[in-house]
């Protein structure tokens, strides 16, 4: 059993920078992934980056490229969302999973087994 804890959200302005953090309460075995994903109010669960452990390459949604950065700290089977130049509809409940998707289905939020418990973005105007 895989818990995880995300921590790091708040109320941010657009243009605005913020971290995320996500620590698993066991190392995962290294064909494991790591993702996060993002939940607006009366939408769906959204994909917004993930990676496995055994490969360098981390893949990211087309809305958040170029502005959200995933890094990971295996000794602290902890992972990282940098999220800069923050837009409105950035806002959303964060989180964070893990599993043993194949590769095609990374961006699957059925194909993740354990996830955290969410952290809310409030991104303002």
């Known amino acids: 059993q895989v818990q995880l804890v995300e921590s790091g959200g708040g109320l941010v302005q657009a243009g605005d920078s913020l971290r995320l953090s996500c620590a698993a309460s066991v190392r995962t075995n290294r064909d494991y992934a790591m993702a996060w994903f993002r939940q607006a109010p009366g939408e769906e669960r959204e994909f917004v980056a993930a990676?496995?452990?055994?490969?360098?390459?981390?893949y990211y949604a087309d809305s958040v490229k170029g502005r959200f950065t995933v890094s990971r700290d295996s000794a602290k089977n902890t992972m990282y969302l940098q999220m800069n130049s923050l837009k409105l509809e950035d806002t959303a409940v964060y989180y964070c999973?893990?599993?043993?998707?194949?590769?095609?289905?990374?961006?699957?939020?059925?194909?993740?087994?354990?996830w955290g418990q969410g952290t809310q973005v409030t991104v303002s105007s």
């Open positions: 990676f496995r452990w055994s490969h360098d390459y981390t």
């Open positions: 999973a893990t599993g043993r998707p194949i590769l095609s289905a990374l961006q699957l939020a059925s194909a993740y087994n354990y």
